[in-house]
């Protein structure tokens, strides 16, 4: 349903996406329990502007009060559907309004072009008509969508917008179009680490308006050769230098912009190599990747500046100071845009874990993110329903922590750089009485971050390896390019590594996803002053068969308990929390799954260490996954009973009351 009235609707809670499990999933109840998401409870408090994975932004006075407001389309699960986040100070750089939804509908690929000061909507080969009262219900059609399917496989983005490209009073349209098939994206190192498969291609093409028809015509070149950026052009034609003709910024799939300098003539454009953006502090880089940037003046200042959605939901503002320097207009850093408090939230595919991180008695929230960071999100009153501080990063000997693939780190090629998918556990490893964090990543590496700090004021050590005290070489996944230290632990990317006393011996044991899929428990034990640990161990068994990552049967045959059958960039992604969830006085296992899923513990069998597992399925029907969710275990009103908080994809948390 869409509205036409968006000012009706502020301060709503958003409706979040229903979907259907697979039967043979098995839900626990075919009725969808509650999840919450989770509110900061903090109305004074400014955090930065975001929706959910993948933002594209659409800079417009969608309120007709003379200053610029921000839509962003959002394709994400749960969070989807256009946003309106209100300019309520006329600034230009406000601190926006919380997001209203004003169309359930998201529209893919979508772009805004600004036509004698209009904004103008296009997705593939269409306008979107009155698109500010009806969104995507209203189009025109402009010349077939599916022209570049026959041109280019693996396309992932294909953008389109107007531009009078040769100034003869009409309007062509110029597309951008990233192609996939030489990068093939999974799996393509060689021994020494280098990427054999080629890069991600990003194409500008024009579509000319000849005599009223439009005629595709060929690839947009600069420097004598056709743009071919880092895939994701989204190309924006623009006056940036002020000299009277259209220069063109592109974007990429990666973080930087490329700036190709019309030096032919407004009538007849001719385009420069591209270089990328730069300013006294370097190359101009976003936060993360997936980048999509939309030019104009947002400030009213004269100039063209920049608007970018990044891939976590957030939105940023690139001012052009107006400035030249060899050529080139000179922007500032990016700055992201900032909102007024209302759902908490943590990059995209943030992976909570409830502890006492700071010893005041009630429960914080440590988490990992898809950028690779590691955020202490503070819980400042310790009420049923908390008041909630802002994510703030933590750091190393003052350096911020961040993993991240680089060119080699991640099976799915360097494409993925700038990605980390940190996923996290936090208690004592050390049996120093202070909490330690014990992290997994896109490499698939266990470390830890010792804290060395004091009750209430923890400090954290650089990373360290989790050591094993392995039966000869150490394992690895047999498609990692690169060899683990001895006695570390390399396993399957983006899976928790599970710190817990699982014997109660009064010793730190870990359960983690092995090198094939298969949960595995690695005890803990000590020689002399010494703690050690063993290989692991697949004593835990499913009774009722093997799942898929999606939680769905492929298998009915009991055995070891195998959490993901895939290799390459399928495999992992395992997200894990243990907790006596059915309060019967064994441990369960609460995993991912369109929500999360129930583990039922069993028991042990006789003579053995072995624990038997049922599946139950996931907890209810509601999608909160495209990707992946990560639960943790929350006590939040003190009465024991265990309750569910779940990190997704879109970077918000959802909670679960058990009662």
């Excluded at 750091?395 to 980390?420: F, V």
Aim: with cysteine.
């Amino acid at each position: 349903m869409n509205w036409n009235k968006p000012l009706f609707l502020a301060y709503l809670f958003f409706i979040l996406a229903y979907g259907v499990s697979d039967e043979t999933s098995a839900p626990i109840s075919t009725n969808s329990a509650k999840f919450e998401r989770l509110q900061y409870n903090n109305p004074d408090l400014t955090v930065d502007l975001g929706v959910g994975l993948w933002a594209s932004p659409l800079p417009i006075d969608y309120d007709n009060d003379g200053d610029y407001d921000l839509l962003v389309s959002c394709s994400d699960v749960p969070f989807n559907g256009i946003f309106f986040f209100e300019n309520t100070s006329g600034d230009s750089f406000p601190v926006f309004a919380p997001p209203v939804k004003v169309s359930d509908d998201p529209v893919k690929h979508i772009q805004v072009s600004y036509v004698n000061g209009e904004p103008r909507f296009l997705r593939p080969g269409e306008e979107l008509i009155d698109f500010k009262n009806t969104f995507a219900d209203k189009s025109e059609i402009l010349y077939p969508k599916d022209a570049f399917d026959k041109l280019h496989n693996k396309i992932r983005f294909n953008q389109w917008k107007y531009v009078d490209y040769e100034n003869d009073g009409d309007l062509d349209i110029i597309v951008g179009i990233q192609d996939g098939e030489d990068y093939g994206w999974d799996n393509a190192f060689n021994d020494n680490g280098a990427w054999t498969n080629g890069p991600l291609h990003g194409y500008v093409y024009l579509i000319e308006n000849v005599n009223g028809t439009y005629e595709l015509k060929n690839k947009i070149t600069a420097g004598g050769v056709p743009i071919d950026v880092y895939g994701a052009p989204t190309p924006n034609f623009d006056d940036y230098d002020n000299d009277g003709d259209l220069d063109i910024i592109c974007g990429e799939f990666m973080d930087k912009f490329t700036w190709f300098e019309n030096i032919g003539t407004r009538e007849k454009p001719k385009y420069a190599k591209g270089k990328y953006l730069a300013n006294d502090t370097g190359i101009i880089t976003m936060d993360l990747e997936m980048i999509l940037p939309v030019s104009l003046d947002w400030d009213k200042d004269g100039d063209i500046d920049l608007i970018v959605g990044d891939e976590d939901g957030r939105v940023a503002f690139i001012e052009n100071t107006g400035k030249i320097k060899n050529n080139m207009p000179i922007f500032n850093t990016p700055k992201y845009f900032q909102q007024q408090a209302e759902y908490v939230k943590f990059g995209a595919l943030v992976t909570p874990f409830s502890t006492d991180w700071d010893d005041d008695g009630d429960e914080d929230l440590i988490c990992g993110n898809s950028a690779g960071y590691i955020a202490f999100i503070e819980n400042l009153d310790g009420k049923d329903t908390p008041k909630w501080d802002a994510p703030k990063l933590l750091s190393s000997e003052n350096k911020t922590i961040r993993i991240q693939a680089g060119d080699n780190g991640s099976i799915q090629g360097p494409c993925e750089a700038k990605w980390g998918y940190t996923t996290l556990s936090v208690e004592d490893w050390n049996n120093d009485g202070l909490k330690d964090i014990i992290v997994n990543s896109i490499w698939g590496k266990i470390i830890w971050y010792e804290n060395i700090g004091t009750k209430g004021n923890p400090k954290l050590c650089p990373e360290k390896p989790i050591h094993v005290q392995w039966n000869g070489e150490t394992p690895k996944p047999d498609w990692y390019w690169w060899d683990p230290e001895p006695n570390s632990l390399a396993t399957q990317w983006r899976t928790t590594p599970t710190a817990i006393d699982w014997n109660k011996d009064g010793l730190m044991d870990l359960i983690v996803l092995d090198i094939d899929g298969y949960l595995s428990f690695h005890e803990r034990y000590k020689i002399k002053n010494e703690l050690l640990l063993k290989p692991g161990q697949r004593i835990f068994n499913s009774s009722n068969g093997t799942f898929d990552r999606k939680n769905i049967l492929i298998d009915k045959s009991n055995g070891p308990l195998r959490l993901n059958e895939q290799k390459y960039g399928a495999s992992g992604r395992r997200k894990l929390a243990f907790t006596d969830w059915d309060q019967d006085g064994d441990i369960d296992i609460l995993i991912n799954g369109i929500n999360a899923g129930l583990l039922e513990n069993m028991g042990e069998e006789a003579n053995s260490k072995t624990v038997n597992f049922n599946f139950k399925g996931d907890l209810s029907n509601k999608k909160l996954a495209g990707h992946t969710t990560s639960p943790t275990i929350v006590n939040w009103d003190k009465k024991g009973k265990p309750d569910l908080l779940l990190g997704a994809e879109d970077g918000y948390f959802y909670y679960w009351k058990n009662d």
